[in-house]
């Protein structure tokens, strides 16, 4: 069984670039769910996909969207990046969206530096 | 929306010495309560939990409490080990699907 595994591991963008980041769910797992953590911060709660439908998102403006394959994969694209935008993106899978009953397993996360 | 505040880092302690980090949550309704733990290059991974009021998680030597009356879930282990260096995370859920994480507490344990 492998565990959840992103893609890449680090990146620098130019402001106002475009990114996406890529995230292979654990075998069997339906649900991804998307976090930014800032330098020194906790994770941010940005998005969820279960069953490739988004199904709740955080507080970020609509320049984060993302997707989920049938495969249960998933992408999280930013557009129009700012400074601030530079951070370490965590996503983590599970086998149901609700954190009530499954547990999330996180990914090692990619450092995205914006200059 | 949910909160979490927990104590500032970095704790620095000794071996064998005892552990407390401490974690309040403000929440709607009955959230569930969790620590995580991150390892210098490492994902997340989930410490322990807890469902309801006056439950205890327990794993590996740590526990927490889920304690209504003062919207709490501290942290304890009753001797810490070099091994147990690491960033921990409290977090309650928010709607069922959103983890709401604390900043962090950063343990450093010297031999």
């Known amino acids: 069984e492998t565990g959840v595994t992103q893609s890449p591991t680090h990146l620098i963008k130019t402001r106002g670039q475009q990114v996406t980041l890529r995230c292979s769910s654990q075998?069997?797992?339906?649900?991804v769910s998307w976090y930014q953590q800032a330098l020194g911060q906790g994770p941010q709660f940005i998005f969820q996909y279960y069953r490739e439908e988004e199904n709740g998102r955080g507080n970020f403006p609509p320049r984060f969207s993302g997707l989920q394959f049938p495969n249960y994969s998933s992408e999280l694209n930013v557009n129009a990046l700012e400074l601030d935008d530079s951070a370490l993106y965590l996503c983590?899978?599970?086998?149901?969206?609700?954190?009530?009953?499954?547990?999330?397993?996180f990914g090692q996360g990619t450092r995205l530096t914006v200059v | 929306g949910n909160s979490v505040t927990q104590m500032e880092g970095p704790v620095t302690l000794s071996e064998e010495a005892f552990l407390t980090i401490n974690c309040t949550y403000t929440?709607?309704?009955?959230?569930?309560l969790f620590w995580y733990v991150q390892y210098p290059g490492e994902g997340l991974q989930l410490l322990l939990k807890?469902?309801?009021?006056?439950d205890k998680g327990s794993n590996k030597g740590f526990e927490a409490t889920y304690r209504k009356e003062t919207t709490s879930f501290h942290l304890e282990k009753g001797s810490v080990q070099v091994s147990d260096s690491a960033v921990y995370f409290c977090?309650?859920?928010?709607?069922?699907?959103?983890?709401?994480f604390g900043k962090g507490t950063t343990l450093s344990v010297s031999s």
């Open positions: 807890a469902t309801k009021a006056d």
């Open positions: 929440a709607t309704g009955y959230p569930s």
């Open positions: 983590a899978s599970s086998l149901g969206p609700s954190t009530m009953n499954t547990e999330a397993f």
């Open positions: 075998s069997g797992h339906n649900t």
């Open positions: 977090a309650c859920n928010q709607a069922g699907t959103a983890l709401i």
